[in-house]
């Protein structure tokens, strides 16, 4: 039998999976769903002018994430290495709870987005997608003459 | 030895664990932490990390869909005797804390030679 150094606590296992019950509650927009619990995990957010995307995906080279925008339909894909030794090393490894390999999400937004005024940044290990809305779909203001 | 958890709503950020000779190496993923507000610190024999993201965020903002709903990490480990927490190194890159932690010199493996009979 192993021994961990770190073992995981029991009460957090069930922490998370409460949390993941909890959110699997919730109804997703989208016929595409906003699978849980994936890699990176997102934040969407809205404003008049522009749709938001956090993507929380830490530990990249900025130049290795694919964004793309089709009709509505962002996806983010790329790879994530592994910092743990290669096996057959002195090395042990304790626990191994972080993401590693290709990862690829696929969200769906609205569909008065402007896929030519998409600005993507990557800080702190957090992916930042802004697109704006189009023109035309903005409210504004009719006069009257 | 143990890793302890409170009650109050925090993230547990994932972490990857690997032990070598030398000493200990702790990754943890903290995405949206800046090194100003990540707060690394051993008490007794405690490893705390917490780690507060702070993310710029546009006005008149309204979330459609979240799946990270806090806005702090915090995980606590216990050390045993044997690390020494005054070499303690860390490092803090696109979102990922990386710790290690040397081994004391009278813990760390050494081969026993066996004496001739």
Known sequence: ?145 | MTEQTSNEAFLLPPVDVVEDEGGITLYADLPGVTRENLDLHVDGENLFIDGRIALEMPKEMEATHVEVTRSRYRRVFALSREFNTGKLTADLKQGVLKVRIPKAEHAKPRRIEISPA
């Open chain 1, 1 to 145: 039998m192993e021994f961990s150094l770190f073992p995981r606590d029991l009460f957090a296992e069930v922490e998370r999976l409460q949390r993941h019950m909890q959110q699997a509650l919730e109804l997703s927009p989208s016929i595409r769903g906003f699978a849980r619990g994936g890699f990176p995990a997102l934040n969407v957010a809205s404003t008049p002018q522009s749709a938001e995307i956090y993507g929380f995906a830490p530990g990249l080279d900025p130049k290795t994430i694919e964004v793309h925008l089709e009709r509505g339909v962002l996806s983010i894909s790329g790879e994530r290495k592994s910092d743990l030794p290669q096996e057959g090393g002195d090395a042990s490894v304790h626990t191994n709870e972080r993401f590693a390999g290709r990862f690829h999400r696929v969200i769906s937004l609205t569909d008065d987005l402007d896929p030519n005024e998409v600005r993507a940044t990557y800080r702190e290990g957090v992916l930042h997608v802004s697109i704006k809305r189009e023109a035309s779909a903005q409210p504004r203001r009719i006069d009257i003459n």
